[in-house]
């Protein structure tokens, strides 16, 4: 088996989206001979890599904390959208919908992940794409960019209801693109929050 991390590091003063605070990682200054290092976070939950609850919207009252953990695992798939705008949906995506728990579309926008541009030219996903994945039962939809959407943000509201998660900001997907038999793993932390960081791992045959 391989393991492909789809997460991006977690920086002190990071950039994040337009209206969010970058987060504050620091090192605690302690006296020379303590044998030991502390850091302090402080975080948005939608920094970095990170999985958005329907609480996110507005959509019921469950903290990300009230869901079981096998929610955020299982067999994905991974459709190829670089090159693309606008996304638009696909007949041939059905089929893919149907037999996976979670799909990622891999934008190819990560690679701006250190770029001005990241949080303000992203893809734009069309809204027919998220009430397909609900009607198909995809319980994880993930981006390697920003966002599915823009303001008004018609993606998310649509998708984040029941038990639907969105994962924003992953990394690598390129590297998982042609490939079957990938299960995903993508832990909150037990937060009563609308979101949570994670650590999204797939794990593919060599």
């Not at 620091?26 to 329907?54: K, W």
Request: aromatic share 12%; charged share 20%; net charge negative.
């Amino acid at each position: 088996m391989k393991y492909i991390d789809l997460t991006h590091t977690l920086k002190h003063g990071m950039p994040v989206f337009p209206g969010e605070k970058a987060p504050s990682l620091i090192r605690d200054i302690l006296p020379d001979e303590v044998g030991y290092v502390t850091f302090r976070l402080e975080s948005n939950m939608h920094t970095g890599t990170h999985i958005d609850a329907p609480f996110h919207v507005k959509s019921g009252q469950l903290t990300i904390d009230d869901y079981p953990v096998d929610f955020f695992t299982g067999s994905a798939v991974i459709i190829d959208v670089r090159g693309k705008d606008i996304v638009e949906m696909q007949p041939e995506w059905e089929l893919l919908f149907l037999g996976h728990e979670i799909v990622f579309f891999c934008t190819g926008h990560s690679m701006n992940w250190s770029n001005e541009n990241y949080y303000s030219d992203y893809p734009v996903f069309d809204t027919v794409i998220a009430q397909e994945l609900v009607r198909c039962n995809v319980r994880i939809a993930g981006f390697d960019s920003p966002s599915p959407d823009k303001d008004p943000f018609g993606f998310h509201s649509v998708f984040l209801n029941g038990e639907h998660f969105l994962i924003e900001n992953m990394a690598n997907l390129e590297q998982l693109v042609g490939k079957a038999n990938i299960t995903f793993m993508g832990f909150p932390l037990k937060i009563q929050a609308e979101a949570s960081l994670i650590r999204a791992v797939a794990v593919t045959e060599i």
